[in-house]
C-alpha cells in the first residue's frame, strides 16, 4: 500500500526558510517520479515542483523563481521541498505526489508565512 507523509511545515516570517519533507513507504520513491503541489482556500491546488524518476530533471512553477529545491534521498526513500525566501503568498497546505497526476498524495503539511 502506497503511503505518504509530509512534514516540516509551520509558521515562518518573510523571507525564511523551511524544508518539507515526503516520507514514502509501499513503493520506492526512486522508481517514481515524484512531486509537490500546494493548496489554498483562494487559489485551489497549484502545481510546485517536481523531479523525475533518474533524479536529474527538477522542474518548478514559475512563481518559484529560484527560492525552492527539491531533492530526494534514496536511501530514506524520503522526498524533500526547501523552501527559501519564503513570502506571504506562498502560504498554503503542501502535499508530495507519488508520479504528477495527484492520485496517490500525502495528508499535507501547512506552511504559513507570516510577519
Known amino acids: 500500500e502506497v503511503h505518504l507523509m509530509e512534514s516540516g511545515g509551520g509558521l515562518v516570517q518573510p523571507g525564511g526558510s523551511l524544508r518539507l519533507s515526503c516520507a514514502a513507504s509501499?513503493?520506492?520513491?526512486?522508481?517514481?517520479?515524484m512531486s509537490w503541489v500546494r493548496q489554498t482556500p483562494g487559489k485551489g491546488l497549484e502545481w510546485v515542483s517536481r523531479?523525475?524518476?533518474?533524479?536529474?530533471?527538477?522542474q518548478y512553477a514559475n512563481f518559484v523563481k529560484g527560492r525552492f529545491t527539491i531533492s530526494r534521498d534514496n536511501a530514506k526513500n524520503t522526498l524533500y521541498l526547501q523552501l527559501n525566501d519564503l513570502k506571504i503568498e506562498d502560504t498554503a497546505m503542501y502535499y508530495c505526489q507519488k508520479g504528477y497526476t495527484g492520485d496517490e498524495r500525502g495528508p499535507g503539511t501547512q506552511v504559513t508565512v507570516s510577519a
Open positions: 523531479l523525475n524518476s533518474r533524479g536529474d530533471v527538477k
Open positions: 509501499g513503493f520506492t520513491v526512486s522508481n517514481f517520479g
